[in-house]
């Protein structure tokens, strides 16, 4: 028996390693081969105490009777009042934790586009490991903990915000960690056990996930939606408050002292702004930003909650027409209605009456065939699910089950009353409710892990679409590797490479004492809405980028010439100008 269990538990591990090497490579392909846009550029200036158009370098920029600099006075040593300043008007003082970490990440490691897009990578493959323990412990179940990671591993949004130098796959982490944490308490409590140490851990971890991203806090709402519904023992309605205030403290000191101060005045003016860009008439960002009408809210949405399930991602898109829906949905009904009537009177035809059905149906769609199929599959698994809930007699297994659920919708419930309340639908995207994607993984494994043998040859049929499906997401992620995924790269056009470290390196190559290197001033005012960005006369970002690069002790001498918008002109000496590169607009500034 020994001997068995060791085979299993090495077989495990192996399935493991695969799913992680998967996970590894599609995470690591192409991962500098698109230059890091406009967020990540904020990133990596911030991580190093410098805020965007450059207020904590007053010895480079905006200093009356001084209109040069050099890469050494660039890389002056900052102070904290210099990283609070840069967090606080280059990221409305959002991430410190990130920041934090990934400046000592920085200093090891470099600042090219792929060393601080592996620190994401890293966050992420470390997310997949902590799902697997996760769902071990809490469902006691080692293949759903496996399939769990499979999915994880290959989901096109946790696929794609792996690939950014922002702050969301160390946030994912660590707020799964945090409920991790969590159920141990209730665990610990239920059985009257000491949970000292794990009342520590929490508070400390609600302060990270707090300073990692300020939505987190829906994470911790469901948390006490959890202890409202089901917890009854005194110990954590008292010690998981208190927990929270260690959180709550360091929250409240960044926002009264650090770099968050402004942070609220600075998010109600963002939300003016895009209230007024979307009541705007004519509106110039239709579709991107729009009233917080039932319609606009409920077509922005209805995308973002379904593609929280993998088995739904795109389906919505690709199901066109009335009358294929309507089919479709009578089919899935019906199917529905023939599963339940098989496990009333374990009849096999009523198995293949599902099958025979859907493959009558195939032929009758005329657009999307294989999209509709996976909608009757969808349903087929959802019922299994809900079979297997009703089954369940222990009170925590169906608790946990309702508590998954609580995760997987809070966060982009909170979403949906925010854009509501602020009347305008631009903070409804997915990465702001991506905390959600463990638990729907959960639930998506629950439904596959139902599809056992006893129900043959519905089994079979179920698993053959699945993999159809799995198709469609491959296709997906090679749209995301390929950075051309408007969904999850925000772009239908691939960008090329970084191109600010190219003209760094070139300019390293041909300055020669006594020239001056001169940087475009880009001006773009999106937001007409927006008059603190039109009080801006120069733009000293590409100065910025560029300097990223430079040789830290270099005495190149440096200006922005705000006549020039697009193109870095080395001046010689002679008074010669030459063009070290043409951004275009926007062809290379992303």
Known sequence: ?????????????????????????????????????????????????????????????????????????????????????????????????????????????????????????????????????????HFKNNNLALICAGLMAIEPFFIAVSQQARNYSMSFFFTLLATHIFLKIIKREEKERSAAGLYWTYGFLSAVCLLSHFLTATVFMAHGLYVLLFVRKLR????????????????????????????????????????????????????????????????????????????????????????????????????????????????????????????IAFFVYSTGKFQFLAFVNLSLLFYLLLHSFKAKKEVFEQRLLVFMAILAFLPSIFLVIMTFKNGHTFGLTQRYSGFSFPYSIIFVGLAISQVKWEIKPLNFFIFAVLFAHLVYVGQTIQEVLNDVSVKYNYRSEARSKNPYPAIAQKLTKYYQTGDTILYPSYIESFYAADTLGKVEKQSNLDAQYVNLYLPKDAQFIQKVNITERNKVFLKKKDGRLLEIFDLKEKKYRY
């Open 1 to 137: 028996m020994t001997n068995v269990f060791q085979a299993f538990f090495r077989l495990q591990n192996l399935i493991l390693i695969c799913i992680l090497t998967l996970a590894f490579f599609l995470r690591i392909n192409q991962l500098d081969e698109h230059g890091i846009f406009f967020d990540e550029k904020a990133t990596l200036l911030v991580s190093q105490g410098m805020a965007m158009e450059g207020s904590t370098q007053k010895n480079c920029f905006n200093t009356p009777n001084k209109s040069t600099f050099t890469p050494q006075e660039f890389w002056q040593e900052k102070s904290l009042q210099d990283y609070f300043e840069a967090n606080r008007r280059s990221d409305i003082g959002n991430s410190p934790a990130y920041y934090l970490v990934l400046h000592f990440w920085t200093k090891a490691f470099g600042l090219s586009d792929y060393a601080i897009r592996f620190f994401s990578v890293l966050w992420s493959i470390a997310t997949i490991i902590l799902l697997f323990f996760f769902v071990k412990e």
């Open 236 to 359: 954590p309605w008292i010690f998981l408050p208190l927990s929270l205030c260690i959180g709550g403290a360091f929250f409240g000191y960044w926002i009264t002292f650090g770099g968050g101060d402004y942070t609220f005045k600075t998010l109600a003016y963002q939300a003016k702004v895009y209230y007024q860009e979307a009541h705007s008439v004519p509106n110039p960002h239709a579709g991107y930003i729009d009233p917080a009408t039932p319609k606009n809210v409920l077509k922005k949405a209805t995308p973002i909650f379904l593609d929280l399930f993998i088995l739904a991602n795109g389906l919505i898109n690709k199901m066109i027409g009335f009358r294929n829906l309507a089919l479709a949905i009578l089919v899935a009904l019906l199917s529905v209605f023939s599963l339940n009537r098989y496990f009333k009177n374990q009849q096999t035809i009523w198995l293949w009456g599902i099958i025979a059905l859907n493959a």
